[in-house]
């Protein structure tokens, strides 16, 4: 086939282009920067307000750029909303019917965070669509590469682990997901929203444990009540403010994470997809890239 995929210079992106290219499909793949040459995909400048012609000529498009992180809600509501409704207009226009929407299992509860309802306000748009459409939601998302869950592997070495509840939580490994959404890509029509994982629901704290294994040491996990987690976001907000940055650890972010359910629910597209990478692989596989390349 040939795929337009937004998000493509990003963390899951890699390994989706990889992973795509490898599989025999052309990718056009939209970048804000000049890239450097990749055998089988077709660079295309623009970003989510202009995405210029990334979608004509191809048989489906996989959207999974989206803004994780932003200082207000108005920050999510551009990337998130904005710039689905965006793609499903290019989309329209150049006669793309198979639209692959990544979402996030925060969309569930939407009344956590700017996040959640921003996620959530983006499968609305594309459900009311003309499109042949697929909704993913993914919970907690690792793999090589991977910032967004350096910190805990870098605590799990020094032999600590933060855990904000007693919660349960799934994961599902980059590449799992990447061929998750190649295999939706290329099926028939759905229009149904599916959340994904590697199958292995576990508690925050055994998921503590499970990082220790990976980075070799016996780690002891640090239960923080929620009162804790906002008292530690207030801080890290305001350290953020005087350096003139702007903390990953918002009230927002810290409610989200205290929420005691964020395990995946449904039929985990079992006639399509299942997942190859176990946890205690996925977290390994990580844990020595990240020293590979000097990040742990």
């Known amino acids: 086939m040939i795929l337009a995929v937004t998000g493509g210079t990003g963390f899951v992106g890699g390994h989706l282009l990889r992973l795509a290219v490898a599989a025999g499909h052309e990718v056009r793949a939209l970048t804000r920067r000049p890239q450097s040459a990749q055998p089988g995909v077709i660079w295309v400048s623009g970003d989510l307000t202009h995405p210029a012609d990334l979608c004509e000529g191809a048989d489906a498009v996989i959207h999974l750029a989206g803004v994780i992180n932003a200082p207000d809600p108005a920050g999510f509501f551009e990337g998130n909303v904005a710039g689905t409704a965006t793609m499903i207009a290019v989309a329209e226009a150049a006669g793309v019917r198979r639209f692959v929407h990544v979402s996030s299992l925060a969309a569930r509860e939407p009344g956590l965070s700017a996040y959640g309802a921003s996620k959530a306000a983006s ?10 459409w697929s909704i993913v939601r993914p919970p907690g998302v690792y793999g090589p590469g991977d910032r967004e869950t350096l910190a805990l592997f870098q605590l799990a070495k020094h032999g600590i682990a933060l855990i904000p509840s007693d919660g349960h939580a799934s ?3 980059a590449s799992d997901l990447s061929r998750a959404l190649l295999a939706l890509a290329a099926a028939p029509a759905t229009r149904a929203t599916h959340e994904l994982s590697d199958g292995e629901p576990l508690s925050h704290r055994e998921l503590a444990q499970a990082l220790g294994v990976a980075v070799g040491k016996r780690v002891i996990p640090i239960k923080v009540p929620g009162w804790g987690m906002a ?3 207030t801080l890290a907000t305001t350290v953020a403010r005087l350096r003139g940055g702007h903390s ?3 009230a927002e972010r810290a409610r989200y994470l205290a929420h005691p359910d964020w395990v995946t629910r449904g039929d985990n597209l079992s006639a399509l997809w299942r997942p190859q990478v176990a946890l205690a692989d996925g977290l390994r596989a990580t844990a020595d890239w990240y020293r590979a390349n000097d990040w742990l």
């Open 171 to 173: 994961m599902i490994e």
């Open 123 to 132: 499968e609305r748009l594309i459900e009311e669509s003309d499109l042949d």
């Open 248 to 250: 990953r650890l918002t």
């Open 231 to 233: 008292i530690a976001a």
